[in-house]
């Protein structure tokens, strides 16, 4: 059975500092991968997609990239963050009928 | 433009009541597909259940079910006999199958309140 994980579970960044969160599938190939935002109380927010090894595409211009180095690794970064750039973020691989299925989320803070 | 609207931000039932959350969705992609998820307070989205345009019968998982109306574009999810643990944000989403490529768009949720 597929599982996806994520980590870290929580964040607590300054502003300007850098961010990686990672998000790792198991018990699938070729998976597509999505990176979503959630802002408190609202939906969620495609930020990145991936259907491939170095395929990214960028959904909402913004200071934060993605990068998939590995089949099943989806890398979440920023060189400088925002105070905007706080929300809940949830990394997603599709499944059958590209039903996507998450992770348990990364919690970020920026201060 | 694909688009879903969910106009209930907030709903509640009695438990062991039935629910229906409303869903109405716009789309010029003749293929799609529906889903629900449940977001309890961890935050981990649940997929709830699917439907795809082309399906002849309502989908139905366990408590859940898709009353899908196509001509009238409406996608809501009725949660027979609530529990307790049915308390959650419940999300909305579709996929355009041929032309929206890759992306799955969401609705900005319901949240249920199940009352003991």
């Known amino acids: 059975s597929q599982t996806i994980h994520q980590w870290p579970a929580t964040l607590v960044q300054p502003v300007g500092s850098p961010l990686s969160l990672e998000c790792t599938v198991e018990?699938?190939?070729?998976?597509?991968l999505y990176w979503y935002r959630q802002a408190a109380g609202r939906g969620l927010q495609l930020l990145f997609y991936?259907?491939?090894?170095?395929?990214i595409s960028s959904e909402v211009p913004q200071n934060l990239s993605a990068s998939r180095p590995q089949d099943r690794q989806f890398i979440l970064s920023s060189k400088k963050l925002l105070l905007s750039d706080s929300g809940f973020y949830l990394c997603a691989y599709g499944g059958g009928t590209d039903t996507q299925y998450f992770g348990p989320g990364t919690r970020l803070t920026v201060l | 433009a694909q688009k879903i609207t969910q106009t209930q931000p907030g709903m509640f039932v009695q438990e062991k009541e039935a629910v229906t959350l409303d869903c109405t969705y716009d789309?010029?992609?003749?293929?799609?597909?529906l889903f629900w998820y449940k977001q309890p307070s961890s935050g981990e989205m649940i997929f709830l259940i699917y439907q795809g345009s082309y399906d002849q019968q309502n989908a139905t998982e366990g408590r859940y079910s898709l009353n899908f109306q196509k001509a009238r574009k409406s996608a809501n999810l009725v949660i027979s006999a609530s529990q307790l643990g049915d308390s959650a944000m419940y999300f909305c989403a579709m996929r355009g199958l041929n032309t929206g490529g890759f992306k799955t768009i969401f609705g900005a949720g319901t949240r249920l309140f199940v009352k003991a």
């Open positions: 991936s259907v491939g090894i170095g395929q």
């Open positions: 789309t010029s992609d003749p293929s799609y597909g």
């Open positions: 018990g699938t190939s070729n998976p597509n």
